[in-house]
């Protein structure tokens, strides 16, 4: 048996929440590892859909215990507001089920509020990033410069004075400068004391729960947000998260050691897709993006907001996989592709003149690089609903193999529709 790590292999949106759905309901445990509630993903179960973005997937599964690890930032408003919601959807979540970690960090009003002015300032210089604004970069600044108000903090609001003052008097002095009014200290102090009682009762050491899980033999999936290429480190930087979303953070943003990190599932979808700015090589702002985007419904979970499309890249999925050392990918959204005529992927790029396998950091570099395609003959009939490789055309077949050729890992899963059960197991990822 293996403890799983979930993680996308491209800009994020590659179709989590099905696989990560059907992963939960062989887990134990579900622990969410990094980012906040920038991202989000749909689970339908039985009929009833569930939109989730803090809360990880097995919160909607009976008999599971879900986490959020330290190396989540929340918002408690926006983590209280998604509870009741899925409350009133009859989803039972008590300190049974539901564990936050106490070493995590909390995103203020204050957190989402500089976000936007920066955000607005950089639009009208024209260098914005493209962030949700919802405090996600500000919150995880602070914790890294060792000024943040933790889970933990919540307990005790006897302690919070001196911690907000040193607080506040770093972002006042970042609100001044942006011409910005100040933020009082009663404003934050009324904000954290009006959900501590509520928080609290969800939190406690996590590591110690996980170490304790593992060694009772408990399956543990870990889940990621985001993207291979938005991680800060690896991805397409400076238009990128705030965090690390390789699956290496699965141990340090839970509290487990990595040798507990057994199978590493790359989640892939069967095109490219981004949201925001930053580079896309294979984008195709023609009647091919928008086939594969009115195809696929490519518009955000949690923002609405349109996505642009193109076609598969090998390169950069080779890269996600070195990075990650992903095992096997779950191929999502082959379906899309139905009745194409043909198919590009690219295989490599093409840099001032030179040939290059790899996508470099420079962000320079990066926007001067050209795909180099291979062209496979598309297929007429459908793939959707297929849940054996005889129910798939033989050309989509040569499509899915050549793919893990390229990219240097197999297919574990293959997804064929939304529906759950649409769905071609290769490899069980719990299985060693």
């Known amino acids: 048996m293996a403890n799983v790590v979930v993680v996308g292999s491209q800009w994020g949106d590659e179709g989590k929440g099905k696989i990560v759905d059907w992963l939960s309901e062989r887990a134990d445990l579900v622990v969410r590892f990094q980012g906040g509630h920038n991202a989000g993903h749909t689970l339908v179960i039985n009929g009833t859909t569930y939109k989730l973005s803090l809360l990880p997937s097995g919160i909607v599964r009976r008999g599971k215990i879900s986490v959020i690890g330290n190396g989540v930032v929340i918002d408690p408003h926006a ?62 600044e602070d914790k890294v410069g060792r000024r943040a108000i933790r889970v933990l903090d919540l307990a005790n609001l006897e302690t919070l004075p001196p911690k907000i003052d040193r607080l506040l008097t770093h ?89 507990s990190v057994g199978y590493v599932l790359g989640i892939t979808k069967a095109y490219t897709t981004r949201v925001g700015e930053g580079p896309f090589p294979t984008e195709q702002d023609n ?34 996989v070195a990075t990650n050392g992903i095992t096997g990918i779950a191929l999502t959204k082959l379906d899309v592709l139905d009745g194409l005529d043909e198919i590009k992927i690219c295989v490599g790029y093409r840099l001032d003149g030179e040939e290059i396998d790899y996508l470099p950091a420079s962000q320079g570099r990066q926007a001067r690089v050209e795909p180099i395609y291979e062209t496979l003959e598309g297929w007429k009939d459908t793939t959707v609903g297929a849940r054996s490789w005889n129910d798939l055309p033989a050309q989509a077949v040569k499509y899915v193999r050549h793919v893990e050729e390229l990219i240097g890992a197999p297919v574990a899963l293959l997804s064929t529709s939304p529906e759950r059960d649409d769905t071609i197991l290769v490899h069980d990822p719990f299985q060693d």
Do not use: M
């Not at 593992?214 to 991805?235: N, V």
């Open 287 to 320: 009647e091919v993006g928008t086939f594969l985007g009115e195809q696929g419904h490519e518009f955000g979970t949690i923002t609405g907001r349109k996505r642009r499309c193109g076609w598969f890249d090998a390169v950069l999925v080779r890269q996600a």
């Open 79 to 140: 983590l209280l507001a998604e509870i009741e919601r899925l409350k009133d959807q009859g989803v039972t979540i008590t300190h049974d089920n539901f564990r936050i970690a106490e070493n995590a960090t909390l995103i203020l009003s204050l957190h989402s509020e500089l976000d936007a002015i920066r955000e607005d300032a950089a639009s009208n210089s024209g260098t914005k990033i493209g962030t949700t604004r919802r405090g996600i970069g500000p919150a995880y």
């Open 171 to 259: 972002h006042n002095a970042l609100r001044r400068g942006l011409g910005q009014q100040e933020v009082e200290f009663q404003t934050i102090y009324d904000e954290l004391a009006e959900v501590a009682d509520k928080i609290i009762p969800y939190s406690e050491p996590v590591w110690r729960l996980l170490d304790n899980e593992k060694r009772k033999g408990s399956r543990i999936l870990f889940e990621g947000a985001q993207g291979t290429l938005l991680d800060i480190d690896h991805g397409t930087y400076p238009f990128v998260t705030s965090s690390n979303t390789v699956a290496g953070q699965a141990a340090a943003g839970s509290g487990i050691g990595p040798d």
